[in-house]
């Protein structure tokens, strides 16, 4: 049998993903002098999706909430150093641009955000067939009929981002504990503690703490429903490739590459030396697919050396596609945050900041969270948001 042991904390956070990383992180630059600890089975991350992100930082959205937290999101992660610098060094933002491209697919549908986004002060632009090979460098094939571009998005180091986050966890005082967390114990309505597995001593812990916050990926649906908080978060999974480049060998004419998002949902981006692409996973001979997109790139295509492969699954809210943030009605105490489809890296600030915020109970929150609320189900208040990754 385990041994048990007690212990307390002020706010605990289940999973150490950038998004409860990003809260445990904001709860401190807003002041709270408290006990938090981070509780995360897995330390080399190799289950979640956050080092698998593929890194694209973007504010195009179709709902006006997205895109208001995406722009807090890109605004840190410009000022990067800011947060994450250590002896003038921090993980880079490439402000390469974000390009969304579109065939009779998703045309009207990029046009649809492309006014509102118009409308709300953002300037993407529409950049039309003809005008793709100037953009990009080389000639893209027939089906595609333009795309919807954001200058000033860009793409994000993600491994390098949240492993410096981790380093200023430890400087500001956060506890991480690497613990299988499987119950979240409620009574008369509240939270009362939290209960896990802690896997290097193989013993059980319990925390009592009076606020807690699942953010636990792909599987927070499992432990808010112990709590009797049903989410409508599906796990979908994505294959990931990486390719080497040899930048000499590419023409020096060719202007940067912006993160492209193609119309079936596959992902290309630059990481340094490397060419990442990633599809969406499930579909027969993976790599015939990933290889079929790579020949659509141009000079990037020619000659890229396989270097690894591997599948990462992410969390999709399948009734609006938007994240759920917020309090959870039933368990006074508990907090949630999933379901964040492909782009919980650029939301991941604003979330963090947001439930800080309203976990300390600031008089006046700055960030529209409340669209995210879980009780929007229940209410079927849904923010619309298109799933286009
Ligand atoms: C291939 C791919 C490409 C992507 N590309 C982009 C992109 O370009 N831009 C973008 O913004 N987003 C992208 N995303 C999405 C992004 O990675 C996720 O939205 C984001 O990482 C979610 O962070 P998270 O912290 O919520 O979840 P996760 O990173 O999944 O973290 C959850 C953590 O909880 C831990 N955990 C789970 N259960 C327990 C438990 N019971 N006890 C303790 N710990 C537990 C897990 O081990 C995990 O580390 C991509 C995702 C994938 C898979």
């Known amino acids: ?8 904390a002020d706010v605990l956070i289940v999973g150490g993903g950038i998004v409860g990383a990003s809260v445990a992180y904001f709860l401190r630059a807003l002041g709270f002098t408290g ?6 089975r897995d330390f080399a991350f190799l289950w979640g999706s956050t080092r698998h992100s593929m890194g694209g930082i973007r504010r195009c959205f179709l709902s006006q909430v997205n895109v208001r937290l995406a722009q807090f999101g890109h605004e840190v992660y410009r000022e990067i150093e800011r947060h994450l610098s250590f002896d003038g060094d921090a993980p880079p933002f490439r402000p390469v641009g974000y390009l969304l491209l ?11 955000m492309h006014s509102r986004l118009r409308t709300w002060g953002l300037m993407p632009e529409w950049v039309g067939r003809e005008a793709l090979p100037q953009l990009l460098g080389w000639e893209l094939e027939d089906s595609l009929v333009g ?3 954001c200058p000033g998005d860009g793409v ?3 491994p390098r981002v949240h492993a410096a986050l981790y380093r200023r966890l430890e400087e500001l005082e956060v506890e991480t ?5 499987d119950r979240i114990l409620v009574e008369g309505g509240r939270l009362v503690g939290v209960e896990a597995v802690l896997v290097e001593e193989r013993a059980r812990v319990r925390w009592k703490v009076p606020r807690a916050v699942v953010a636990a990926g ?5 432990l808010t429903a112990a709590a009797g908080e049903y989410l409508p978060v599906e796990s979908r999974r994505r294959a990931v490739y990486s390719f080497a480049l040899e930048k000499r060998e590419l023409p020096e004419s060719l202007p940067p590459l912006p993160f492209l998002l193609l119309p079936g949902g596959e992902m290309v981006a630059l990481r340094g030396e490397e060419l990442l692409l990633s599809i969406p996973a499930g579909q027969a001979h993976e790599e015939d697919a990933a290889l079929a997109v790579l020949r659509r790139l141009g000079p990037y295509g020619r000659g890229g050396r396989l270097l690894s492969g591997r599948s990462a699954v992410h969390d999709v809210h399948v009734r609006d596609y938007s994240p759920i943030v917020g309090p959870c009605p039933r368990a006074e105490g508990l907090w949630v945050a999933a379901g964040f489809g492909t782009y919980g890296v650029g939301l991941a600030p604003a979330v963090g900041f947001g439930l800080a915020e309203r976990i300390l ?3 006046r929150a700055t960030l529209p969270l409340d669209f995210l609320t879980p009780s929007r189900i229940t209410q079927a208040a849904w923010v619309e948001e298109a799933l286009l990754g």
């Open 147 to 149: 795309g919807l571009y």
């Open 177 to 181: 504990v690497r613990a299988d967390v």
């Open 361 to 363: 109970r600031r008089r």
């Open 102 to 112: 579109a065939d009779g697919r998703n045309w009207s549908l990029l046009h649809a």
């Open 35 to 40: 006990r938090i600890v981070l509780a995360e």
């Open 1 to 8: 049998m385990l041994s048990r042991h007690t212990r307390s």
């Open 156 to 158: 994000l180091d993600v």
């Open 218 to 222: 792909a599987w927070s649906p499992k």
